[in-house]
């Protein structure tokens, strides 16, 4: 009986693993693509704010995956990195 507690617990852990891959994935994707569309036109304010949005996004997501928690440092250090953009450009 207890079997299959455990199996039904350990199937909704595995569940919220991948989906916490995929989304992770998703925005890692999503970082990339800004990302390059920033460095096309470093001035652009639209680009810097989407950028901004999911960067803080991502550090929630990849602090959550096991997978990309590592990832989680060069997201802030690409934070600054777009701040001093910023300030550049005011």
């Known amino acids: 009986m207890f079997a ?3 199996k039904l617990f350990n199937s909704n852990e595995a569940e919220g693993v991948d989906e916490n891959n995929q989304a992770a994935e998703v925005i ?7 990302e390059q569309s920033l460095m096309q036109n ?3 304010n639209a ?3 989407q950028l901004m949005i999911k960067y803080n996004q991502a550090v929630h997501i990849f602090s959550s995956s096991k997978s990309y928690r590592k990832k ?3 997201v802030f ?6 701040r001093n953009t910023i300030r550049k450009n005011i």
Do not use: F, H
């Open 4 to 6: 299959k507690l455990k």
């Open 28 to 34: 890692e994707k999503e970082l990339i693509e800004l």
């Open 72 to 74: 989680v440092d060069d």
């Open 42 to 44: 470093p001035a652009d």
């Open 77 to 82: 250090v690409k934070i600054d990195e777009l």
């Open 47 to 49: 680009t810097q704010k």
